[in-house]
């Protein structure tokens, strides 16, 4: 469950304690993404060195492969892959969207080929939470329906009606089945649409759910009516949920969702910019393999203590991207996780000392993405 702990008093920015199975999270928090069990470069003791307090899989990856039932009779999720802490599993509502022209959609569920062999796989709301359960996962979404921007108004409200009745199913069959202390999140959905988005809210809370998943966003509107539905969600949902906003991750949006209410945030961002050669620093991101930094014997971040920045210079980093070594995706997504993190609880002591507003301020003035 969640609690909320100190409210900023100027912004709509809070601190809160998420509790679960694995551990406590405080808020506002980052996990980054390991879509099939891991992060990629780095193992779970390295994790656990950044203070990584929680983990976003993909329930959708896990089924295909390795399946549920290897995972199972590996010991369940925790055990499998070696993370110790929080799990949130993905209902892969999003990676069925993706693969628009290889699925079908109806209220019963999603019929799609795989990305992997071809073969046609059909998941039903209750599967989709039963396939979360079964690997022990410790936060669970339910299948929901996101739509591309911009869209029909009455696509965006079939798409609603159809994940309020996913979500329903879901929580019954998450009632009956439960087997731990897993969290049941539900996903609201809703585009650009303020009373779409109230009509989901308000089902999804009356099914008795611990915490709202904010799905549907940064799949290309504007960023004014992102941050306007953002707003609108903060308006009408009671404080005790705890708003967790799927799939965000720049850091000047980050600061800007807190600044409105949102709690958890989940992305691919520091990770895939780290395997790529872009760390992210007090200043901004910097592209290392760029020539300009073939001599330069500066760490990635002169102000930041991690084991990257403490041992290895900018040249040496470029020179391990240019020459495709393993070790600079290592340690570019060791920085990358370690600056984020950081960055985190930069923002929630911000909060808890009434200053998050000028905090956010310097940031935004000084950030350059």
């Known amino acids: 469950m969640w609690k909320?702990?100190?409210?900023?008093?100027n912004t709509l920015a809070r601190t809160g304690i998420l509790v679960t199975e694995h551990g406590e999270i405080q808020t506002p928090a980052f996990f980054p993404v390991a879509t099939s069990g891991a992060i990629k470069g780095l193992s779970p003791r390295e994790l656990e060195e950044i203070g990584i307090e929680g983990i976003l899989v993909n329930a959708y990856h896990l089924c295909l492969k390795p399946g549920v039932e290897i995972i199972k009779?590996?010991?369940?999720?925790?055990?499998?892959?070696?993370?110790?802490?929080?799990?949130?599993?993905?209902?892969?509502?999003?990676?069925?969207?993706?693969?628009?022209?290889?699925?079908?959609?109806?209220?019963?569920?999603?019929?799609?080929?795989?990305?992997?062999?071809?073969?046609?796989?059909?998941?039903?709301?209750?599967?989709?939470?039963?396939?979360?359960?079964?690997?022990?996962?410790?936060?669970?979404l339910p299948l929901d329906e996101c739509v591309k921007f911009p869209n029909e108004k009455d696509v965006v409200e079939t798409a609603v009606e159809r994940t309020i009745t996913w979500a329903k199913m879901g929580k019954e069959f998450f009632d009956q089945n439960r087997k731990s202390e897993a969290l049941f999140f539900a996903i609201v959905q809703g585009s650009i649409c303020p009373e779409l988005r109230k009509r989901c809210l308000q089902a999804l809370i009356d099914l008795g759910i611990e915490g709202i998943a904010i799905g549907g966003l940064s799949v290309g509107e504007p960023e004014e009516l992102r941050l306007k539905i953002?707003?609108?969600?903060?308006?009408?949902?009671?404080?005790?949920?705890?708003?967790?906003?799927?799939?965000?991750?720049?850091?000047?949006?980050?600061?800007?969702?807190?600044?409105?209410g949102i709690d958890l945030f989940d992305c691919v961002i520091p990770t895939r910019f780290g395997?790529?050669?872009?760390?992210?620093?007090?200043?901004?991101?910097?592209?290392?393999?760029?020539?300009?930094?073939?001599?330069?014997?500066?760490?990635?971040?002169?102000?930041?203590?991690?084991?990257?920045?403490?041992?290895?210079?900018?040249?040496?980093l470029r020179h391990?991207?240019?020459?495709?070594?393993?070790?600079?995706?290592?340690?570019?997504?060791?920085?990358n996780l370690w600056w984020y993190?950081?960055?985190?609880?930069?923002?929630?002591?911000?909060i808890h000392n009434d200053t998050f507003q000028e905090f956010q301020r310097e940031f935004l003035a000084c950030f350059k993405y």
């Open 73 to 140: 009779a590996c010991g369940g999720l925790h055990r499998f892959t070696g993370f110790k802490r929080t799990i949130v599993t993905d209902s892969g509502g999003y990676q069925v969207f993706s693969l628009e022209k290889l699925r079908k959609v109806t209220d019963e569920g999603v019929e799609f080929q795989s990305h992997i062999d071809g073969k046609t796989i059909f998941l039903s709301p209750q599967d989709v939470v039963n396939i979360q359960l079964e690997i022990g996962s410790d936060i669970i």
């Open 4 to 9: 909320l702990i100190k409210e900023d008093k």
């Open 341 to 350: 993190n950081k960055f985190m609880k930069k923002i929630r002591e911000a």
């Open 275 to 316: 395997r790529t050669g872009t760390a992210f620093t007090d200043e901004g991101k910097i592209v290392v393999r760029n020539s300009i930094y073939s001599r330069d014997n500066s760490p990635l971040d002169s102000n930041c203590d991690c084991y990257t920045c403490k041992n290895f210079s900018r040249a040496y």
């Open 230 to 260: 953002i707003s609108f969600i903060n308006d009408i949902l009671d404080k005790k949920y705890i708003r967790y906003f799927m799939g965000y991750g720049k850091p000047q949006e980050l600061i800007k969702a807190v600044s409105l």
């Open 320 to 335: 391990l991207i240019n020459t495709r070594e393993i070790l600079a995706v290592q340690l570019l997504t060791y920085h």
